[in-house]
């Protein structure tokens, strides 16, 4: 039984669907590095540059408006969220990731397709620039491989 972090599934394949990708911009140095690591991720499983959209939001509070909006169209296989929530001197962190949580999920219930909470809620930078492509892993990358996952397990029901 693993512990964290999936193996690398190389059977994932992206097919010939459109993918959207939201990104908060409060923490950018983060978020954009689990941008790309979810970008590269969906190339590396089979996505053409066009089959993915990138969307940017002010916070990590703003994404699971866009996404909802976004899975409502119907033209998405997946829509992966990511951001940073850092703890600071106040409790804003805990309103907002309980809301993003919350809200995400309502998304993907919704309107029936994955939808991904790649959020770091982390205490401070560090804990933070690990899980962004440091000594932790790159959970726009996990992130990314979920969607996959989740993806496939749809397509599979949907064929049966
Ligand atoms: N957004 C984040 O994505 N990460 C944060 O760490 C973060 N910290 C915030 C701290 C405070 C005190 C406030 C008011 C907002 C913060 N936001 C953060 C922004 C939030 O997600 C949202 O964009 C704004 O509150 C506007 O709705």
Request: net charge negative.
């Amino acid at each position: 039984m693993g512990k964290g972090a999936p193996e690398i599934q190389e059977s994932l394949t992206a097919g010939d669907g459109q993918y959207a990708v939201v990104v908060a911009r409060w923490n950018d140095a983060i978020t954009f590095k689990l941008r790309d690591g979810a970008v590269e991720t969906l190339k590396r499983h089979g996505a053409a540059h066009e089959q993915i959209e990138v969307y940017y939001v002010p916070g990590s509070f703003e994404l699971p408006m866009l996404a909802d909006k976004l899975a409502a169209t119907g033209r998405y296989e997946a829509v992966i969220c990511l951001g940073a929530v850092i703890q600071g001197e106040t409790m804003h962190h805990e309103y907002i990731n309980h809301a993003v949580a919350h809200g995400i999920m309502n998304a993907a219930c919704d309107h029936g397709i994955p939808v991904m909470f790649g959020v770091l809620t982390c205490m401070n930078d560090k804990q933070a620039m690990d899980r962004a492509g440091g000594l932790v892993g790159n959970k726009g990358v996990e992130a990314a491989q979920a969607a996959l996952e989740m993806v496939g397990v749809y397509r599979s029901l949907a064929e049966s």
